[in-house]
């Protein structure tokens, strides 16, 4: 294993990318633009939460999502006392109908879900999950730091943090494959210095939220987290110059997590597809559900709090300001 991070070692000197690239502006969502371009799914959850995915008809109907001044907003019920029969809580989980490869996407978010049962997440996925999956925030219950993570097939292996550098998080896992570890994947948990501002669950929202910026390239995958009233890019805070981002960009600091390739240790056109966006909010389930005992959210099964406490939902949704998505190929919204 040593020789193959020495040899990885010498390898990403060459994968860096050197040359300035472009990424233009090809799809922007903010407040009621979110009620077009997105499938709302009502499958069954993949990680078994404890949770009734509703059809966008369905929500607007119960008030779950709606626009407002400029905002998106996707939250889970919190008024109805959930019958140990029902499939679970009533929720939202939307997915992209466009699909992306090599991309940037700027996420400007003011409060995401939080609280005891919850386990949200933005991730990006193939329709399978056979082409990889990126999640770029995801947390359960009660944490306060967000991790990134990747879940491939196997043979794809991330290197230690010594060779990971620039990265300001810790890595939890280093092996990607769904298959070991519980599908944990290979995740960064970030470091975040002050806690009156993380970037995951209550101090976010408290705090206003914050930027996650995410590079996916051949390269490698980038995860930035810039909280609201910190130091932000102006491109990411203002909007790109004409709908034109450059990378790479020193202005835009270490990412808290990167997840570099190389075909020694994962190979990206073997493990990764065009993916999806995802927003989702379940409850309890294979990773919140697991942990309930030692979540510190009180006695009793996960799935019982969730059914019998809708009062204690009232801070599980998202309110998002906008999402934008940059890709290399230039479209008629990049040049304008």
């Known amino acids: 294993m040593r020789t193959g991070y020495a040899i990885f070692a010498t390898l990403s000197l060459s994968l860096a990318p050197c040359a300035r690239a472009f990424f233009y502006l090809q799809d922007e969502w ?56 029902a499939r679970g809580r009533d929720s939202i989980r939307i997915s992209s109908q466009n699909t992306y490869n090599e991309a940037i996407f700027v996420l400007d978010l003011q409060h995401m879900p939080a609280g005891c049962g919850t386990w949200p997440a933005f991730r990006t996925r193939t329709d399978t999950g056979l082409g990889g999956i990126i999640d770029i925030i995801e947390g359960i219950n009660l944490k306060t730091h967000n991790q990134a993570t990747l879940h491939t097939t196997p043979n794809c292996t991330m290197p230690p943090d010594e060779l990971r550098q620039p990265q300001t998080g810790e890595t939890s896992f280093t092996d990607c494959n769904t298959a070991v570890n519980h599908n944990a994947g290979c995740g960064v948990i970030f470091t975040d210095p002050d806690p009156s501002c993380t970037s995951y669950g209550a101090p976010f929202n408290r705090a206003g939220g914050g930027y996650f910026v995410t590079y996916r390239g051949r390269d490698s995958v980038k995860v930035w987290f810039y909280p609201r009233h910190a130091y932000v890019p102006e491109v990411f805070r203002d909007g790109a110059p004409r709908g034109v981002l450059v990378y790479p960009d020193i202005f835009w600091g270490a990412p808290a997590a990167n997840f570099p390739f190389c075909p020694d240790l994962c190979d990206y056109e073997q493990h990764f597809a065009a993916h999806r966006i995802i927003f989702s909010l379940t409850f309890c ?46 479209s008629s919204l990049g040049a304008n």
């Not at 607007?60 to 905002?71: E, F, I, P, V, W």
């Not at 998106?72 to 029969?85: C, K, L, Q």
């Not at 809708?310 to 949704?317: G, I, N």
Request: charged letters at 15%.
């Open 30 to 85: 903010i407040g009621e633009g979110f009620f077009q371009g997105w499938d709302w799914v009502t499958i069954d959850d993949p990680t078994h939460g404890h949770v009734n995915y509703v059809s966008q008809v369905e929500a607007q109907n119960k008030n779950l999502t709606y626009a407002d001044g400029g905002k998106f907003f996707m939250r889970a019920d919190n008024r109805t006392i959930v019958a140990p029969s």
């Open 285 to 330: 389930g294979d990773w919140a559900g697991s942990l309930w005992p030692t979540s510190g959210c009180g006695e009793g099964t996960c799935n019982d709090f969730v059914n019998n406490n809708p009062s204690a939902f009232a801070e599980a949704y998202w309110e998002i300001n906008s999402l934008r998505v940059y890709t290399p190929q230039q």
